[in-house]
């Protein structure tokens, strides 16, 4: 058999991995003059650092299966610290112990944190005994936690974690797509708090893993083996139409405002689905400063800023500290994240004045002084897609509505990490050879 693939980012890369494996002929076509979508590494002050994406969930087996079968597991490394901040009521302040994405199950630890005023403590803490009944329907994170929980703690602690990994609002994003763990809950008992003190605790381990030398090095190990197999990897090669491809099936792992013209003589029911998909763009800037530019330990793996802070930052990675390999005598380095939805002021910035702003913001929060060793601009322009209520539940629909000999994978089918990503692509490559499956989220 032939395939194509359409896009060359990590989920793309690993529906092709599968297809090449099974020794069909395969083809992914990458519009860009890179492959790797936003894994790509880059050397700044004198290390291997990630442009996008620094890492992966270590509980979810997608990551981690691939990296064994492609020989880095021995190489994965774990965060070198477990604690982070927020940048909440002008201090970085503990995230509070005993939290789930925010979500708090231990109030004492709540109010030791300062996170929240007084006030947001005790509303918080009155969930237990509030009425009401289970969660029934999709729903917005936002409602949820601010039914339950007040606003405070639905804006200042569960939207910086759950809003930030999605660089979305949690006012619009489906709680079954974005935290199922707490949509679960949800379900299970009135009392969210209760349902989250009650469930199983994690299995022991790692949270997050990472590739000393970035997340490329995976990229890499891919492609090598696409390769090997028999695949070839076109970069420069954007997919004008489906016609145009010679193929007996075709994965489509690109964004959805990119997958929807693809699909519209095909499949034009799910191509307007998909044409309504909203996106966020985001801009990463690293630092790279000199010891001596601030006083204060990094003695974690960063912070983050909710929305009511007004700030331009949306988090600060504390890199060179998270990261054992990033690490060098003399010199920190930072990871400034910026933009979400709703929030679009640093992609109408210069770079110079995004770098200004983003300075004066680290001065405030970390009382970072003087000039940086070394400066990387990095902007992602609709990068994160956005799932509304509803949105697990359209993408099935699409899915079945496409005609035989076409797949979909990425992060536009409901997941954002890593993991997710390569689940989609697996699936996709699965689905073309009638061993249908369904994605990981």
């Known amino acids: 058999m032939k395939y194509a693939v359409v896009g ?5 890369l690993a529906a092709a991995y599968d297809l090449a494996r099974g020794g069909d002929e395969v083809v992914v076509h990458e519009a860009s003059e890179v492959v790797g979508g936003k894994l790509q590494t880059e050397l700044f002050a004198g290390t291997q650092l990630d442009a996008a994406a620094d890492a992966f969930l270590a509980r979810r087996p997608e990551a981690v299966q691939l990296c064994e079968e492609l020989g880095l597991r021995a190489e994965l490394e774990s965060p070198a610290v477990g604690s982070s901040y927020i940048w909440s009521r002008g201090a970085l302040r ?3 112990k005993g939290q789930v994405l925010g979500v708090p199950t231990d109030f004492t630890a709540l109010r030791a944190s300062g996170v929240l005023s007084t006030l947001g403590v005790l509303r918080a803490a009155l969930e237990p005994w509030l009425p009401g009944k289970p969660l029934g329907a999709d729903a917005t994170v936002g409602d949820v936690i601010r039914r ?3 606003g405070e703690t639905a804006a200042r602690l569960v939207d910086p974690l759950i809003g930030g990994i999605n660089a979305g609002h949690t006012d619009r994003l489906s709680i079954d797509a974005v935290a199922p763990q707490i949509a679960a809950a949800a379900r299970r008992d009135r009392s969210l708090t209760r349902a989250l003190r009650t469930s199983p605790a994690p299995a022991p381990g790692p949270v997050f893993f990472t590739l000393p030398g970035g997340m490329a090095r995976l990229v890499d190990a891919l492609v090598a083996s696409i390769t090997a197999h028999g695949g ?8 004008a139409s489906l016609d145009a491809l010679d193929a007996d099936g075709v994965v489509l792992a690109v964004p959805a405002y990119a997958a929807a013209p693809l699909l519209e003589s095909v499949a034009p029911g799910p191509a307007a689905t998909l044409a309504a998909i909203d ?6 800037v690293a630092f790279a400063y000199p010891d001596d530019a601030i006083d204060r330990s990094l003695d974690a793996s960063g912070f983050l800023v909710p929305r009511p802070e007004g700030l331009l930052m ?5 890199s060179s500290t998270k990261w054992a390999h990033l690490a060098a005598p003399g010199r920190f380095v930072l ?8 929030d679009e002021r640093a992609a109408g910035l210069s770079d110079e004045a995004l770098v200004a702003q983003l300075r004066d913001e ?3 929060t970390m009382g970072v002084r003087g000039e940086p060793l070394e400066i990387a601009v990095h902007r992602w322009p609709r990068a994160f897609p956005q799932y509304a209520p509803g949105h697990l539940a359209r993408m099935a629909e699409v899915r079945a509505a496409l005609p035989p000999g076409l797949a979909l994978a990425g992060a536009l089918l409901g997941g954002v990490g890593i993991p997710a990503c390569i689940g989609t692509g697996r699936s996709a490559a699965a689905r073309l050879r009638g061993e249908e499956s369904a994605p990981s989220r």
């Open 8 to 12: 060359g980012g990590i989920a793309g």
């Open 94 to 96: 503990p995230v509070p």
């Open 148 to 150: 339950r929980y007040g």
């Open 232 to 239: 070839e990897v076109r970069t420069g090669a954007p997919v």
């Open 279 to 284: 996106y966020s763009s985001v801009t990463l």
């Open 314 to 318: 949306t988090a600060c990675s504390w």
């Open 335 to 342: 990871r400034v994240s910026a933009g979400r939805i709703g």
């Open 362 to 364: 680290l001065a405030l």
